[in-house]
């Protein structure tokens, strides 16, 4: 119980509960469960090429054939990168900064993996980097942070490389009622023709 | 209390805490809010143009002269309406259907300003109308039966008014991790350059 207690959003109650769960449960589900937990910082590593969290380097995403590798897609965190693989939306590679620009909480370019984005955008063939970094202030910030930067790094190079932003809008099952303004602001800036 | 108690969202306890408020309420308060009460359905008019609700018809936003009258928002209803002119994003006219198509609540094209909407688009120098129906199952079908219609009506005439559909994608302040899956592919699907 004084275990589970440390662990975020568990308390007394729950950590009672759950202990006197795990002390009837199954053999295999406690067997399983501990040796996850153990294994979880044993075999994680971080990928030496897109930087997210994965058992193994390059993790499977950097390392299967059939990924677009002209397609660099930025996320601030591995999560972030998981809910687009969900979303089976997205077949290119990944960049994973590792937070977002914040200077109040000291998180300046040089904490993010800015250089090694740059470093990667160079290589032959890269063709667009998508910068998914999620819509809030620091989010947006970072964006077009990484887009100047890009922008000079193609300036520099004589390099093309497409810099594009994912879409704000209305979210599925969103109601216009009840929205933000700048969220309904961009709704219908950014309307586009009905074809999709 | 007992009338209060009729109004949606209000129990026992809230009316008793409402009418013993309203009981010692400065007069001008309670002759304010009887009056508007009052006031409310007698002097609630459907704007003849447009459809909303409005004190006189045409409504303000119909009969402002700056407002650009080649735009027509089609809109499900009055305070979707109202949440586009709180983003201050648009100055064109709007079109309130009075819901959305939805067979199952018994709510096909009749039911809703169809008709009235395909004679407005076909008034002189309309050239687009956006379709701000909300971005749920109703909200989307009946945004592509309009297009349809309207594109219909395009050809039957020979006009060329473009259709277009407000953005979707990521809300202000989302995060890709607890998005849900079509919202996540739609904002990576429509992305673009990130010049705005």
């Keep these: 119980m004084e275990s589970l207690k440390r662990l975020p959003g568990?308390?007394?109650?729950?950590?009672?509960?759950?202990?006197?769960?795990?002390?009837?449960?199954?053999?295999?589900?406690?067997?399983?469960?501990?040796?996850?937990?153990?294994?979880?910082?044993?075999?994680?590593?971080?990928c030496d090429s897109c930087f997210t969290l994965s058992d193994r380097t390059p993790c499977p995403v950097c390392a299967h054939p059939g990924r677009d590798t002209t397609l660099i897609c930025v996320v601030e965190e591995p999560a972030d990168m998981a809910a687009i693989e969900r979303?089976?939306?997205?077949?290119?590679?990944?960049?994973?900064?590792?937070?977002?620009?914040?200077?109040?909480?000291?998180?300046g370019p040089d904490s993010l993996r800015v250089s090694e984005l740059e470093k990667r955008a160079q290589v032959d063939g890269v063709k667009e980097v998508i910068l998914a970094t999620n819509p809030t202030a620091e989010g947006d910030a970072t964006a077009h942070y990484l887009a100047d930067r890009l922008e000079r790094s193609n300036?520099?190079?004589?390099?093309?490389?497409?810099?594009?932003?994912?879409?704000?809008?209305?979210?599925?099952?969103?109601d216009l009622e009840y929205a933000d303004h700048v969220t309904v602001s961009r709704a219908i800036r950014h309307r586009r023709a009905l074809a999709d």
């Excluded at 406690?30 to 075999?43: G, K, M, P, V, Y």
């Excluded at 077949?91 to 998180?107: F, N, R, T």
């Excluded at 810099?163 to 209305?170: K, L, P, Q």
């Design 87 to 107: 979303s089976g939306s997205f077949k290119g590679l990944y960049h994973v900064l590792g937070g977002a620009l914040s200077p109040i909480d000291g998180m």
């Design 10 to 46: 568990i308390g007394e109650k729950s950590a009672t509960r759950l202990a006197y769960f795990l002390l009837s449960a199954p053999h295999d589900l406690t067997f399983e469960l501990s040796e996850a937990i153990a294994r979880l910082q044993r075999d994680t590593v971080v």
């Design 155 to 174: 300036q520099e190079r004589g390099s093309n490389i497409e810099v594009t932003r994912i879409a704000s809008g209305m979210p599925l099952g969103g």
